[in-house]
Antibody
Framework: EVQLVESGGGLVQPGGSLRLSCAAS????????MTWVRQAPGKGLEWVAN????????YYVDSVRGRFTISRDNARNSVYLQLNSLRAEETAVYYC?????????WGQGTLVTVSS | SYELTQPPSVSVSPGQTARITCSGD??????AYWYQQKSGQAPVLVIY???KRPSGIPERFSGSSSGTMATLTISGAQVEDEADYYC???????????FGTGTKVTVL
């Protein structure tokens, strides 16, 4: 059974940083692109970033490029999202997902709250 | 940046047909995908590659695409189909992914 479990969310001040983690199981992790998607409270889904199976290619939505970094560790079956210079409007549930493509299996998400 | 546009809401009576549209300039050359999201839950893929249905998704869900518009159809909508629905695709480069603006479907 495919499982994705996010962690690392929490309360952070504007301008602060967080590192999100996503632990994968139930499939051959090193064969799949992985994706992060976020959803602000009461708002729609927003694709944030994805990463190639070997980590050699990474893509970001324009609004986070230069501040967020996606990475992966295939030995640990994990994907990460480093969030820097966070803004209040980036308060959201952050989901990791496996790309079939498209994103076909999702975690339950981790909440990031950016507030002073 | 690339955008996919959906109607904010669609309402139908149980047993009727609901149609949700998704408009985007790259859709003539890129697949559309559809997700269902119920309150407090992660999204679930209901249609992939414009019109294919993943295993376990009821046959009443179907998809089509023509020109710059993709459509999700729920034939004989059930009360349990009440949810937010999002289309998903890529821009012409294939590297920038995007979700549609989302459509709230009400069945009552």
């Amino acid at each position: 059974e495919v499982q994705l479990v996010e962690s690392g969310g929490g309360l952070v001040q504007p301008g602060g940083s967080l590192r999100l983690s996503c632990a994968a199981s139930g499939f051959t992790f090193s064969n799949y692109w992985m994706t992060w998607v976020r959803q602000a409270p009461g708002k729609g889904l927003e694709w944030v970033a994805n990463i190639k199976p070997d980590g050699s290619e990474k893509y970001y939505v324009d609004s986070v490029r230069g501040r967020f970094t996606i990475s992966r560790d295939n030995a640990r079956n994990s994907v990460y999202l480093q969030l820097n210079s966070l803004r209040a409007e980036e308060t959201a549930v952050y989901y990791c997902a496996r790309e079939g493509p498209p994103p076909d299996y999702w975690g339950q998400g981790t909440l990031v709250t950016v507030s002073s | 940046s690339y955008e996919l546009t959906q109607p904010p809401s669609v309402s139908v009576s149980p047993g009727q047909t609901a149609r949700i549209t998704c408009s985007g300039d790259a859709l003539p050359k890129k697949y559309a995908y559809w997700y269902q999201q119920k309150s407090g839950q992660a999204p679930v893929l209901v249609i992939y590659d414009d019109s294919k249905r993943p295993s376990g998704i009821p046959e009443r869900f179907s998809g089509s695409s023509s020109g710059t518009m993709a459509t999700l159809t729920i034939s004989g909508a059930q009360v349990e189909d009440e949810a937010d629905y999002y289309c998903y695709s890529t821009d012409s480069s294939g590297y920038q992914k995007v979700f549609g603006t989302g459509t709230k479907v009400t069945v009552l």
